[in-house]
T-cell receptor, first 113, second 113 residues
Framework: ETGVTQSPTHLIKTRGQQVTLRCSSQ?????VSWYQQALGQGPQFIFQ???????GRGNFPPRFSGLQFPNYSSELNVNALELDDSALYLC????????????FGPGTRLTVT | KQEVTQIPAALSVPEGENLVLNCSFT??????LQWFRQDPGKGLTSLLL?????REQTSGRLNASLDKSSGRSTLYIAASQPGDSATYLC????????????FGKGTMLLVSP
């Protein structure tokens, strides 16, 4: 059974640029959630996707957007990057019927300069 | 809005000590609570999940308790080891409709040899 994978591991971008982060769900999981974790903070919920549609969203502006593909892999896109977007971005996959069991990927460390 | 607080923010103990990490939440209408471990710069590993109907869960040297009425959970680590050094996060569902989680800021634990 393959776990949750994320790419890239690290990324450095300049303020104002756009970035795409990728996540492959654990086999059999059809729901993916994205979280942002700033240094010294707990993860903050960004949004969740189920059946290729956004199923819920936290307190993040529209420049944070996502996609889920038929194979349940997912992307997080951030436009007009700001310095405060520097964080560890985590994705978590789960099965719709067992929504309390989330399996987290290793994260992507984004640095905005 | 659910808020999760963890105390202490950091803890340093010598190897072999028993220790307790605390987690409190503002909305007692939860249906589960999870404890996670996070190594520096890494993703999250689920340690224990307690359903709302349970009072505690045990896994090896770890024991987690839940008191919904008082909005508190504790994670007890017995006979601590240097390998236990990590940040420990507790999390509860954001609301009843989603499988997403709201996290505390974590307790950073250092166990010295």
């Amino acid at each position: 059974e393959t776990g949750v994978t994320q790419s890239p591991t690290h990324l450095i971008k300049t303020r104002g640029q756009q970035v795409t982060l990728r996540c492959s769900s654990q086999s059999g999981h059809n729901t993916v959630s994205w979280y942002q974790q700033a240094l010294g903070q707990g993860p903050q919920f960004i949004f969740q996707y189920y059946r290729e549609e956004e199923n819920g969203r936290g307190n993040f502006p529209p420049r944070f957007s996502g996609l889920q593909f038929p194979n349940y892999s997912s992307e997080l896109n951030v436009n007009a990057l700001e310095l405060d977007d520097s964080a560890l971005y985590l994705c978590a996959s789960s099965f719709r019927g067992r929504t309390y069991e989330q399996y987290f990927g290793p994260g992507t460390r984004l640095t905005v300069t | 809005k659910q808020e999760v607080t963890q105390i202490p923010a950091a803890l340093s103990v010598p190897e072999g000590e028993n220790l307790v990490l605390n987690c409190s939440f503002t909305d007692s209408a939860i249906y589960n609570l999870q404890w996670f471990r996070q190594d520096p710069g890494k993703g999250l590993t689920s340690l224990l999940l307690i359903q709302s109907s349970q009072r505690e869960q045990t896994s090896g040297r770890l024991n987690a308790s839940l008191d919904k009425s008082s909005g508190r959970s504790t994670l007890y680590i017995a006979a601590s080891q240097p390998g236990d050094s990590a940040t420990y996060l507790c999390a509860v569902p954001l609301n009843s409709g989603y499988s997403t989680l709201t996290f505390g800021k974590g307790t950073m634990l250092l166990v010295s040899p």
